[in-house]
């Protein structure tokens, strides 16, 4: 009886260490200025899942759960247009040379707008489901789109008509991204791939088994050099993209990453849920909120592998898309919490 009461009472030390450590131990904090808070966009009133900088940087876009993505003035944080969809707009781009957008939807559809009117110019189909990632190639000529019916879809981006498909992927596909040439389709999901394709010629040049869960968030390197992959198993990974060796892994306080930016070549931010497993859990279910400072994003140095900031300062989960200026002084962040703030670089 002793010994069944002495398992007894180790197995509860060992729930409230549990507890403890998933609910109020305090993960340790990097204070640094390298991103230093700028501005705060309220204007949504709904989670906020993507925000892009406009080619010139004075215009935002952004949107999420809401029906309305909206392209707004980053100097004053007013409203230009509110892009009305029947659902929401979970992904979005800005075109090259930033005459148009292009938002991805709830219900599978692509739509393109003109920025300066706001008008809707045209509607992309061709899949079901969620569009979860939506993207200019560099020349404009194109756009790219993966979501929940397992595929990559390409179309011209004057006809609208599909260019390609490619059915690769056994599960949903989180993101789609150009390489900065525009040689190159990256595509990433559910099933743990990264996928490499030739846009010219649509053939799958690479196959990577590059994480235990899913794949969340993509982006280059600003030389394209190194690729960097965000995923539900809690880890960055940065690929060089000449031979698709990898050279870092990352690991935070994050249970699942949403975004990965790269700030510089050597600098990237990766931000996701704010809370362990047993938070988030109780938050979805109880509407539960910490006592401690949650880390929702961390500024790493990649070479060395090191913590150089992180980012409390949203009181929920980082979208899926945050974005850096094409100037690189200013960093974007949506958030669950309905929020965009945008923070300046050092």
Not at 33 to 50: I, R
Not at 107 to 136: C, F, P
Not at 236 to 257: C, F, P, S, Y
Request: net charge negative; hydrophobic share 40%; with cysteine.
């Amino acid at each position: 009886m002793k010994k069944k009461y002495k398992i007894l009472g180790l197995l509860f030390i060992g729930l409230l260490a549990l507890v403890y450590q998933q609910l109020f131990h305090q993960a340790k904090l990097v204070d640094a200025a390298y991103l230093t808070l700028n501005q705060e966009f309220t204007a949504h009133n709904n989670e906020v899942w993507e925000v892009k900088f406009g080619p010139n940087d004075s215009l935002m876009l952004s949107g999420g759960i809401d029906e309305n993505a909206k392209i707004w003035s980053r100097h004053d944080g007013k409203v230009i247009h509110n892009l009305k969809h029947p659902y929401g707009t979970p992904s979005m781009d800005f075109s090259p040379d930033g005459k148009m957008v292009c938002t991805g939807s709830y219900d599978g559809k692509a739509r393109i707008w003109d920025v300066q009117s706001g008008k809707l110019l045209q509607v992309l189909e061709g899949n079901e489901g969620t569009l979860w990632s939506v993207t200019y190639h560099p020349s404009g000529d194109l756009i790219a789109a993966g979501g929940n019916d397992n595929k990559v879809t390409i179309w011209d981006a004057i006809t609208g008509e599909i260019v390609k498909e490619f059915h690769e992927s056994e599960h949903d596909v989180w993101e789609v991204v150009f390489n900065p040439t525009g040689e190159l389709l990256i595509s990433a999901g559910n099933d743990d791939f990264i996928r490499v394709y030739e846009v010219e010629s649509g053939k799958l040049l690479h196959a990577i088994e590059a994480h235990t869960q899913s794949i969340l968030s993509l982006a280059f390197s600003p030389d394209g050099s190194m690729l960097a992959s965000g995923a539900d198993d809690k880890k960055v990974k940065i690929w060089d993209t000449m031979n698709w060796d990898l050279l870092h892994t990352l690991k935070g306080e994050n249970q699942a990453l949403h975004s990965v930016v790269f700030i510089d070549n050597n600098r990237l931010v990766a931000g996701g849920t704010d809370k362990k497993m047993l938070g988030e859990v109780l938050e979805y279910h109880f509407g539960y909120k910490d006592s401690v400072k949650n880390i929702v994003a961390t500024l790493w140095d990649i070479k060395s592998e090191t913590i150089l900031q992180t980012i409390t300062q949203h009181n929920d989960d980082l979208a899926l898309g945050c974005d850096i200026s094409s100037n690189g002084k200013w960093y974007a962040t949506a958030s669950s919490d309905h929020t965009v703030k945008i923070w300046a670089v050092e």
